[in-house]
């Protein structure tokens, strides 16, 4: 137990500064570790296409196997899924945000940038026809609980593991 006395409070504050680089790393870790698990679920759910996302239409699969694509839904030559990756984010500062997605300046063998073409296909283009399948938002529910816990458990480790 630490007992503080507010009136000297201001004596605690070299403590406090001497601990936050260590927390602050900490934290980054296990974002770092919580972010590669959410891309490798992720990349499992999107290549055993068991989340319930829109088929394809009759048109396009035919034209997907007359070109040699992959048939399977948001796997038509493999780009997408390959070029996902854990990166931090550009104005994250010291912060430990980090995405899952694609870097800035990706681009697809279309010659779409990757971010672009993903946004299209997890909301959809009623323009184009194109009806919403939402991989991340659909993986996202299914492994949330289990990636807050997952942080949980990493970060009290981490604390016991410093003496704290």
Do not use: C
């Amino acid at each position: 137990m630490l007992k503080v006395d507010l009136k000297n409070i201001h004596q605690l504050l070299p403590w406090f500064a001497a601990r936050e680089a260590t927390v602050a790393s900490l934290i980054k870790e296990v974002a770092n570790r919580v972010a590669q698990e959410f891309l490798s679920r992720l990349q499992r759910e999107w290549q055993s296409q068991s989340s319930p996302l829109a088929p394809l239409g009759r048109a396009y699969r035919e034209a997907k196997g007359r070109a040699g694509l992959d048939q399977r839904i948001l796997i038509a030559t493999g780009d997408l899924l390959a070029g996902l990756q854990v990166f931090p984010e550009q104005a994250a500062g010291n912060n430990a945000k980090v995405v899952v997605g694609f870097p800035a300046g990706a681009r697809h063998s279309s010659g779409m940038a990757m971010a672009d073409l993903m946004t299209i296909l997890e909301y959809g283009s009623p323009s184009r026809g194109l009806p919403a399948r939402p991989i991340f938002f659909l993986t996202r529910l299914k492994v949330e609980g289990e990636l807050v816990r997952m942080a949980q458990d990493e970060l009290q480790r981490g604390l016991r593991a410093r003496g704290w």
